[in-house]
């Protein structure tokens, strides 16, 4: 008779995904996200990779979900890799590949943040993100002109 060997099973990529088939993220999924999945305040590329899913998706997301979205994926790019506050070339590659594809005022939000927060990053960083904060991504103009009213 064999005893059932007991391991642990990352479910933050499933339950992430969810919100995909669930067709929108409200306010109380992402309260249930910082207090359940991310309670530990680890972020890891899979979950920052599902994240992007999320923001690809074409789905209603809560006012809340993109402050959520940036510090999450902040929080993975800068404080969890060593030496915190460096952008690796390695990172900023898988970063602006993210953002590219999502091409949302959110994944433009999270380059911005992320060259605000870091210490250092690689100099054609910099540039890449200013190229596409100039070409003006779908719906940037619309939320600077939210931040600008509001």
Sequence with gaps: M??????????????????????????????WLRREVFADAEVSRDSAEELFAVERADIVKAPEWTQFFVERVTEHVIWQSRPTGVVSDEQ???????????????????????????????????AAVRTRVARGWPGVNEALQGALAG
């Design 92 to 126: 900023a590659h898988w970063l602006i590949h993210h953002a590219d594809q999502s091409m949302s005022a959110g994944a433009l939000a999270v380059l911005v943040n992320v060259l605000a927060e870091a210490h250092r990053v690689p100099q054609w960083f910099l």
């Design 2 to 31: 064999s005893k059932p060997m007991a391991f642990a099973v990352d479910q933050s990529r499933t339950i992430i995904s969810s919100l995909i088939h669930g067709r929108q993220v409200s306010g109380l999924d992402i309260a």
